[in-house]
């Protein structure tokens, strides 16, 4: 497949996440394998999608500043004691 094909594919395949389509990486290496009609790696296909500027977008895990347990742990000691204070 040249270069000008390849973009051609991945047009068609970005006109769909336009329109508010999930696209996954494993939709389109079908995709491309089909319209090939043969098989391909899929190490190969990462490097076409890296060659045209394509990357692969996750959610973050977590939030960055994210507090870690120990802080909340630490921070609802003190709360359960000044509230122990105001008892006496």
Excluded at 4 to 26: M, N, S
């Amino acid at each position: 497949m040249t270069v000008e094909e390849e973009k051609a594919f991945l047009a068609r395949h970005l006109k769909a996440t336009e329109a508010g389509e999930f696209v996954t990486i494993d939709a389109l290496f079908q995709a491309y394998k089909k319209e090939l009609g043969r098989s391909y790696t899929r190490d190969a296909f990462y490097q076409l999608l890296k060659r045209h500027g394509w990357r692969n977008i996750m959610p973050r895990p977590e939030h960055p500043r994210k507090t870690d347990a120990q802080t909340i742990v630490a921070s609802k000691n003190k709360i359960s004691i000044q509230e122990d204070k105001k008892a006496f």
